[in-house]
């Protein structure tokens, strides 16, 4: 049984997106360099290695799948 629950993952995705936003407006430059290197960098590696680096600034947990 999952606990996925599909009305709080769009609710926590409408507050990133709102931060988001905020932040682009502070910084436009820097929002927009980082979107374009994911764009650059998601077909190779995908979401996954990309999120976890972002979350943990730890290059080695974020490729510890790749040496399966």
């Given at each position: 049984m999952s606990n996925f629950d599909p009305v709080?993952?769009?609710t926590?995705?409408?507050q990133?997106?709102?931060?988001?936003?905020?932040?682009e407006?502070?910084?436009p430059a820097a929002v927009q360099a980082i979107?374009?290197?994911w764009q650059t960098h998601y077909m190779c590696?995908?979401?996954k290695?990309?999120?976890r680096y972002l979350l943990t600034g730890d290059l080695e947990?974020?490729?510890?799948?790749?040496?399966r």
């Amino acid at each position: 049984m999952s606990n996925f629950d599909p009305v709080a993952a769009r609710t926590a995705v409408e507050q990133f997106a709102a931060e988001l936003k905020q932040i682009e407006q502070d910084h436009p430059a820097a929002v927009q360099a980082i979107r374009q290197s994911w764009q650059t960098h998601y077909m190779c590696c995908g979401h996954k290695a990309l999120a976890r680096y972002l979350l943990t600034g730890d290059l080695e947990r974020a490729c510890r799948s790749f040496d399966r």
